[in-house]
């Protein structure tokens, strides 16, 4: 379960990182490799927080607008929490940035296409929950 945890964290690290690199607006300070990796990791951590935390009520309160809109809506709210994502790592002193909403919305898009194909890539035995079987 800690390495399911630590390989997810990881991934979404990795997906930041090339989305840094891709996407005009997001950008990752600290310097030399170690700090900016520790960077990429702390984001990851914030990420997956507010995607576990934030995402499931933002989508329960807006459910008649994700039916409206057949889902697109979904692109929307997700670089709202991309920005948010940004705001959270500036409240907290972690050199990430994103400069307005464009740039949360194709950095979501990269994070999420990144992280799909790199989940694709890794076993799944590494991503198993242990349960009644």
């Known amino acids: 379960m800690a390495l399911a945890f630590v390989i997810k964290v ?12 891709i996407v005009p607006g997001l950008a990752v300070g600290g310097g030399d490799s170690s ?10 951590l914030i990420f997956g927080l507010v995607n576990a935390v934030i ?10 607008f994700y039916l409206l809109t057949l889902g697109l809506i979904g692109l929307v ?14 409240q907290l002193g972690v050199p990430f940035t994103v ?19 790199l989940h ?4 799944d035995r590494f991503d198993q929950r242990g349960g009644i079987g």
């Open 10 to 21: 990881v991934v979404t690290a990795v997906a930041l990182w090339i989305a840094t690199m």
């Open 35 to 44: 700090a900016m990796i520790l960077t990429l990791l702390v984001v990851a």
């Open 55 to 64: 995402k499931p009520i933002v989508k329960t309160v807006g459910c008649a």
């Open 77 to 90: 709210v997700n670089a709202l929490l991309f920005l948010l994502v940004g705001w959270i790592a500036d």
């Open 99 to 117: 400069d307005g909403f464009w740039a949360a919305f194709w950095g979501a898009i990269v994070v999420a296409v990144v992280g799909f194909v």
């Open 120 to 123: 694709l890539i890794i076993p």
